[in-house]
């Protein structure tokens, strides 16, 4: 016997196949579908044993059964809360399977990435431009943490940002190692730094905009693949 959460994709089916909706709203609504469909086919509730878990099943049965009653009555209004749902049962389903931990690896990477950026990123950016990224930078890690999908296009948007700021510093490294003395020379009369301050500020920084460079790549790679895991 199916499960409850199967049986109301099925519901959703036969409304999405009915209802008098944009033909990109349904595309839309069942490529969510499908996907659904396919993770919760074979899916044995019984096997839930964590308390939280089984909660979140509930909850998302009793959204399910709530929502197919309203289908039969508000066809073509219920667009919205039926993709709200096949996205909130998209994203439960890692939690009943305890797969969240590249969602947790994205995370951390997003972090990592945004320290680094606001750190490497006022010699070429200037400072107050990078401090303009610290609220977009915190409202992005709230909402992923919330499991928000916006938060994955916040970190999406800081990507090419923190891409550009690690090539620009990969660029002036490449200078400091093939002319060394005379970087070094320039850095201290700009800076009035002594020699062995120079020395650290042309030679950590590019470095760290390795660092920067593989963060963001992994933290794209980490969060697309947590992208069902958001709402």
């Known amino acids: 016997m199916a499960n409850e959460v199967f049986q109301t994709l099925i519901s959703i089916e036969k409304w999405a196949n009915s209802a008098d909706i944009p033909a990109y709203t349904r595309t839309r609504i069942k490529k969510e579908l499908e996907k659904a469909k396919e993770r919760y086919r074979d899916f044995e509730p019984g096997g839930i044993t964590n308390g939280e878990q089984k909660r979140v099943y509930e909850a998302l049965v009793k959204k399910g059964d709530d929502l ?20 909130y049962a998209n994203a439960a389903y890692f939690d009943f399977k305890n797969a969240l931990a590249p969602l947790s690896t994205g995370i951390r990477l997003f972090a990592l990435t945004s320290a680094l950026f606001i750190a490497l990123s006022p010699q070429f950016l200037g400072a107050a431009f990078s401090l303009v990224f610290l609220v977009p930078i915190f409202l992005g890690l709230n909402a992923l943490k919330k499991r928000r999908a916006v938060g994955y296009t916040l970190a999406m ?69 947590a992208k069902d895991m958001l709402i």
């Open 68 to 87: 197919v009653k309203k289908l039969k009555s508000r066809k073509s209004e219920m667009k919205d809360p039926v993709y709200s749902y096949l996205r």
């Open 157 to 225: 948007l800081l990507l090419p940002l923190a891409f550009a700021v690690s090539a620009l510093w990969l660029r002036f490294g490449h200078r400091v190692m093939v002319d060394y003395q005379a970087v070094l020379l320039e850095t201290v009369k700009a800076t009035g730094k002594s020699p062995e301050a120079a020395r650290l500020l042309i030679t950590v920084p590019p470095v760290l905009s390795l660092l920067l460079l593989f963060a963001a790549g992994y933290m794209a790679y980490q969060l697309t693949k």
